[in-house]
């Protein structure tokens, strides 16, 4: 019992995102939807759930960017950009699956270049 109200105390309901509205978990999905993830940067910024998503979302959604422009390097480019275009839409399905079960998980590197910004 002790540990429970301990739990609470230091905001870990809010950190895993549960009993957040549908309408954050909405604009907390538009994250990982390439370029719609300026839109939880703009709706919602004070609430961490939805920062926390559309953070990862925009590195994803940089990187996406980035191997666009990697096009123009004969041969080496495509392939960059064909394996990062893979590596992109699993992150964000993994991304949408987790703001559906009102989790916060940190992705391995981009949870840390997310935090930076």
């Given amino acids: 019992m002790a540990v429970k109200a301990k739990t609470e105390g230091t905001g870990a309901s809010a950190r895993n995102g549960q009993d957040k509205p549908s309408?954050?978990?909405?604009?907390?999905?538009?994250?990982?939807?390439?370029?719609l993830c300026l839109v939880p940067l703009v709706l919602n910024r004070k609430e961490e759930f939805v920062?926390?998503?559309?953070?990862?979302?925009?590195v994803i959604?940089?990187?996406e960017v980035a191997a666009i422009f990697t096009l123009?390097?004969?041969?080496?480019?495509?392939?960059?950009?064909?394996?990062?275009?893979?590596?992109c839409i699993l992150?964000?399905?993994?991304g949408i699956?987790?703001?559906?079960?009102?989790?916060?998980?940190?992705?391995?590197?981009?949870?840390n270049w997310a935090e930076n910004l």
């Fill in 97 to 111: 699956l987790q703001v559906l079960a009102n989790k916060s998980w940190k992705f391995p590197v981009i949870g």
């Fill in 61 to 63: 959604w940089m990187w």
């Fill in 91 to 94: 992150l964000s399905l993994v």
């Fill in 72 to 87: 123009f390097i004969p041969v080496l480019g495509h392939l960059f950009f064909t394996v990062s275009f893979i590596i």
């Fill in 23 to 35: 309408c954050g978990k909405f604009v907390a999905l538009c994250s990982y939807l390439g370029i």
């Fill in 51 to 58: 920062r926390f998503h559309a953070k990862q979302g925009l």
